[in-house]
């Protein structure tokens, strides 16, 4: 049997407007609209309803009175009490966690103009990606960058001109187009990749690890 006056934090002896009292203060606390529907305080609140609506009427609060007292025994109040305990216990741990995704979500691992990064999510071009819900992060090469024909051109143009200083820097920028790739960084999960940004291997190497950091910090 539930303990209403312990919900509402009063004694049995309490008078109509500490019933009330009480009932303004808990629900103001407990109210799952200030806690983004919260289902462990909405469960909370749908209890301290109750108990006023019980309390606050005579004849209901007469009526739960006398059934209390029948089944008011040593082990009752002792389940009363634990059941109240943990009610406290789950509300801390609550606290705990809430605590814990604040923290997640104003930490920045990364940030650029096109991609950043938290310890929740990463946000690309408007969209946000939950890395609880992926396995890592991990550097693909992008097989379609090309740039040899680039390459080719440059070295050919530097070898024509090769007499002048500009034709020595035409000559190494297409040696370097020859051997150039580009790397994905992608989210890994079980139904494949979601690639996120492309560029030079070491830009994308480093926003990686950043991403696998910010989803192994707990």
Wanted: charged share 30%; with cysteine.
């Amino acid at each position: 049997m539930k303990n209403y006056y312990q919900i509402l934090g009063l004694d049995s002896n309490a008078s109509k407007v500490d019933i009330k009292k009480a009932y303004r203060t808990y629900a103001t606390k407990f109210h799952p609209d200030k806690q983004n529907g919260d289902k462990f305080f909405e469960e909370r609140f749908k209890e301290i309803l109750e108990a006023y609506e019980i309390l606050s009427d005579d004849s209901k609060r007469a009526n739960y009175d006398a059934n209390r007292t029948c089944n008011n025994s040593k082990g009752a109040s002792t389940n009363n009490r634990q059941s109240y305990s943990k009610s406290e216990s789950d509300l801390n741990r609550e606290r705990e966690q809430k605590e814990k995704l604040k923290e997640r979500r104003t930490k920045i691992y990364y940030t650029s103009k096109d991609l950043s990064v938290n310890g929740m999510y990463v946000y690309k071009d408007g969209t946000s990606y939950l890395l609880d819900n992926y396995d890592s992060a991990a550097l693909r090469k992008d097989d379609n960058s090309n740039f040899v024909f680039v390459g080719i051109v440059l070295i050919i143009v530097g070898i024509l001109t090769i007499a002048f200083f500009i034709g020595a820097i035409l000559l190494v920028w297409g040696i370097y187009g020859l051997f150039y790739k580009e790397y994905f960084v992608v989210l890994v999960n079980e139904y494949g990749d979601i690639p996120l940004i492309k560029g030079r291997k070491h830009k994308m190497k480093r926003i990686t690890n950043k991403i696998n950091q910010a989803k192994n910090t707990r």
